[in-house]
């Protein structure tokens, strides 16, 4: 830290994200990409042509994205709101919608950025336990006077709440804000996107960056009553009003108008997390029931921080947390088929 740094922000800890080397010679199974390339049309739609209008500066309200998405859950365009990554929409969420008498409820074990952001916009957090079997108690979740968060299915334990439980939270904060975290959403949770004309105090927020293999296009989006967009959008347009770069816009598009190729890599994921996850509790490890594209698992015989070394000397990467709860766990990222046959391989080899 320099010394002209912010006394404001010295207690600040960034978020750690996993590991990316640059010379691809791993198998990477640590930052929940997707195993398959982005949408045909993606690649058609960013051609030279596109490339030399760099020039010009994205559409601010990138009109024509917000109304591919709007089209696809069937909501209108000012229900939708765009960013770079679900990460920065979260971020103006919390811009928005906390403060220090607004603070934000969210689970002990959860998305790390969640307390780091807290920490940056001086938002207190009410950090609610999970139970032991890693499951949400929406019953903490009542009458908080907090903005919520609920990853659904949460990280890093895929474990996803029911509808019914996100619309009891929704009833008992009607004057709060409830964001729900979908990243994971598209492998097997139930969306709350079918709420948002019931509940006003709503906020889904979804990136392309897992079920759309967009994660280097930096693309996510929120949707919720026009009222909490037109927020958003104010926090947006005080930061940063060309947030979404022309290339992603098209590449944005041209992901969402392709449900049947979101719909293969979807469910091709999902059957190979199950499949794993069937062959690895044959091996004796300890898993949750995860609806997301990574498996929680924890080796009744090596613990996590040995056992993410030792798959890392043969080439595998997954991620270990060293901290409470989770440091005999791994999460590990449903990759191809070969990806996880390797995986399971190494597995076997190290005695796992
Ligand atoms: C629960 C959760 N929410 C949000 C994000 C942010 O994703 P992105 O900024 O790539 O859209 C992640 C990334 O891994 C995540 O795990």
Redesign the pocket.
């Known amino acids: 830290m320099s010394r002209f740094f912010t006394k404001s922000l010295a207690a600040l800890q960034p978020y750690v ?2 590991e990316q080397p640059q010379d691809m010679q791993y198998i990477k199974l640590n ?2 990409e997707s195993p398959f390339p982005p949408a045909p049309g993606v690649m058609k739609v960013i051609g030279k042509a596109e490339v030399a209008k760099l020039y010009l500066y994205s559409d601010p309200d990138c009109k024509a994205l917000i109304a591919a998405i709007a089209k696809r859950f069937g909501l209108r365009p000012e229900q939708v709101t765009v ?8 971020w103006f969420a919390l811009r928005a919608f906390c403060d220090e008498e607004t603070p934000l409820a969210y689970s002990d074990i ?2 790390g ?1 969640y307390k780091t952001w807290c920490s940056m916009l001086n938002v207190p957090s009410n950090v609610l336990p999970l139970r032991e079997d890693f499951s949400v108690d929406t019953g903490l979740y009542r009458g908080l006077k907090c903005t919520v968060m609920i ?1 659904n ?4 334990t895929g474990i996803c709440l029911p509808l019914s439980e996100i619309e009891a939270v929704l009833r008992a904060n009607p004057d709060n804000v409830v964001i729900v ?1 979908e ?2 959403v598209d492998f097997g949770g139930e969306s709350a996107a079918s709420l948002i004309g019931k509940y006003d105090n709503l906020l889904v ?6 079920s759309r293999s967009l ?1 280097g296009a ?3 989006f929120a949707m919720g009553n026009p009222d909490l967009i037109a927020d958003l959008n104010r926090i947006k347009f005080s930061f940063n009003p060309y947030n979404v770069n022309r290339l992603t816009c098209l590449a944005g598009i041209a992901a969402m108008e392709d449900e049947e190729y979101f719909q293969k890599c979807t469910s091709a994921v999902a059957e190979t997390r199950d499949r794993t996850a069937a062959e690895l509790e044959k091996m004796g490890f300890d898993l949750t029931d995860s609806k997301a594209n990574f498996l929680f698992a924890k080796s009744s015989r090596i613990p996590g921080g040995e056992l993410y070394r030792k798959l890392k000397e043969k080439g595998i990467l997954v991620r270990h947390f060293d901290k409470p709860r989770l440091e005999n766990r791994l999460r590990i990222t449903v990759g191809s088929d070969q990806q996880m046959n390797a995986l399971l391989t190494a597995l076997r080899e190290l005695g796992a």
């Open positions: 994200p996993g930052t929940n960013g770079n990554g679900s990460d920065e929409v979260l959860t998305y950025c990853a299915p949460n990280a890093p975290d990243a994971y927020v979804q990136t392309c960056s897992k994660a930096r693309l996510g």
